[in-house]
């Protein structure tokens, strides 16, 4: 997560993105996934009217239909979505059913003493769940 963080740091610092938005609530364990990125992002000195936050999401779909509520809002019409490498296909077949321009962006490799494994393998047995059930059955509403 926290590498998410940063590539969205130097993309804001590179003025690729004048806003971040970071969704994601307590899919995993206690802690609120937008709160702890906005949080990581702030001690990197991203000014608080630049950082947006979601904090229900469970899981990529909910990402995907909260983000782009959140940027319709304010007529906000592209996105730059920073994942990490495995999760980018799933998130692009997602972010395909949104109406936003988007492009994909992958998260530097994890730093040694992080783990991701069976990550890779879990993002395929996700994907085929997507690809065979919810591709049709969620939707944003």
């Known amino acids: 997560m926290l590498a998410r963080v940063g590539e969205g740091v130097r993309e804001y610092e590179r003025g690729v993105a004048p806003r971040l938005i970071f969704t994601g609530g307590a899919a ?47 007529g906000w019409h592209s996105a730059e979505v920073v994942s990490n490498d495995y999760h980018l296909p799933r998130a692009s077949l997602i972010f395909g059913h949104t109406g936003l321009e988007w492009r994909m962006r992958a998260a530097p490799p994890q730093q040694a003493g992080e783990s991701d494994a069976g990550q890779p393998a879990l993002e395929v047995i996700k994907t085929v769940r997507y690809l065979v059930y919810a591709n049709w059955a969620e939707r944003c509403d």
């Open 28 to 74: 995993h364990n206690q802690y609120i996934e937008a709160d702890v990125m906005a949080n990581a992002a702030a001690a990197q000195g991203i000014p608080p009217s630049a950082i947006f936050v979601e904090t229900k999401a469970k899981d990529t779909i909910q990402n995907a239909c909260d983000s782009e509520r959140l940027m319709r809002e304010h």
